[in-house]
């Protein structure tokens, strides 16, 4: 915590960093582009699994300006390193606690103390994964998290989607455009979606709707996913499905818990914006799925990443001498 932890040489006295921008994602990336090139001299905390959620899929096709598209890792460097240009400085390490008390605040890193008048929170979200046998390896493989950048992958193939809430309902019917079958599971039979978003799956004809079905163990050969096994958490009797995606629709949580309580969030842990991109403290602004319950995209996170570093400059034009 904040009061056991070294405030270093190098950032005592004067040395207050303008904007502090936490997560590396396309949202912080675009805010550290825009924050350089305002002569802002921002400091970006990558964190240790550097460049975010990207880093997990092999291919993006609906970010702007890659026509062939573009992996995810390579699309990553190349946002580092064009906002590196202009002057981010990047640390690829984790901030354990911030202190926003009193200003200028204070950013917790491995011991280390930072101050700085702003704040920019870009730490992202993560999906909930089922943690099934075989689901490790086929992360990317066949396993997505996201039907609306990977759902293109499976034209005329056999897919699954795993929830009984909006997301999952919703996932299965977008995923009919592309896919031969979707297949809907639900450990339950009790839905949470909203029923509009219940009845257009359970009346499309592309939508088989299973209920009482949990997966058991992912199933695969070398070409990636092969289907899985099934299993009725009534009786544990099991039985195999075929096929060759599946999209697990069963939530996502935002990384906040470094935040301490100090920001106010939804009641899902979603950081809530009061003026713009600002959160309930002055001077802490926050882009991307930290904030974002609906679009979740590269592209949203990086025009919020943008939005917050211009909020940054006029806030510290308006309220820092
Ligand atoms: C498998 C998969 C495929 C996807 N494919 C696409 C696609 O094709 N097209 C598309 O538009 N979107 C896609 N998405 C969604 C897209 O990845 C996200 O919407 C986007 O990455 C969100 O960006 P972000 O900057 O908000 O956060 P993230 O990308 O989640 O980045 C957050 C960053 O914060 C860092 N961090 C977290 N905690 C700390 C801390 N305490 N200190 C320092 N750093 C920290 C993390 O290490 C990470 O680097 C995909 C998502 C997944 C999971």
């Not at 702003?118 to 099934?132: C, K, N, P, Q, Y």
């Not at 009797?237 to 969030?265: C, N, R």
Request: aromatic share 8%; hydrophobic share 40%; with cysteine.
């Amino acid at each position: 915590m904040f009061k056991d932890s070294i405030l270093s040489a190098k950032d005592m006295g004067d040395d207050i960093h303008d904007v502090i921008i936490i997560g590396s994602g396309p949202a912080g990336y675009t805010a550290g582009l825009y924050a350089a090139r305002a002569m802002l001299e921002p400091l970006m905390f990558a964190g240790y699994m550097s460049g975010g959620q990207l880093m997990l899929t092999s291919d993006v096709e609906n970010f702007p300006g890659y026509p062939q598209g573009i992996g995810g890792p390579e699309m990553m460097m190349e946002l580092r390193e064009q906002a590196e240009r202009f002057g981010l400085k990047v640390e690829d390490r984790n901030v354990e606690s911030v202190d926003l008390s009193e200003r200028p605040y204070k950013v917790v890193v491995e011991g280390e103390t930072f101050l700085t008048h702003a704040i920019i929170v870009s730490t992202g979200a993560e999906s909930i994964w089922l943690g099934a046998k075989g689901e490790e390896e086929q992360k990317g493989r066949g396993i997505s998290t996201c039907a609306t950048c990977d759902g293109a992958f499976f034209r005329d193939e056999e897919v699954l989607v795993i929830g009984g809430g909006d997301s999952a309902c919703e996932e299965a019917t977008f995923l009919t455009r592309f896919a031969s079958k979707v297949t809907l599971l639900h450990r339950r039979d009790v839905f949470k979606a909203s029923t509009i978003m219940y009845e257009r799956a359970l009346n499309n004809d592309k939508i088989e709707i299973k209920t009482f079905r949990q997966i058991k163990e992912w199933l695969s050969d070398e070409k990636g996913l092969t289907g899985a096994v099934i299993e009725d958490p009534r009786d544990g009797s099991t039985s195999t499905i075929a096929a060759t995606g599946a999209f697990i629709a069963i939530g996502h949580t935002p990384i906040t818990s470094f935040l301490d309580g100090q920001v106010e969030t939804d009641g899902e842990g979603y950081i809530l914006h009061k003026k713009h991109t600002m959160t309930s403290v002055e001077g802490v602004f926050a882009a991307g799925d930290v904030v974002d319950t609906r679009y979740k995209q590269a592209i949203t996170a990086a025009g919020m990443g943008c939005q917050a570093a211009m909020d940054v400059e006029k806030w510290l034009e308006d309220n820092v001498e």
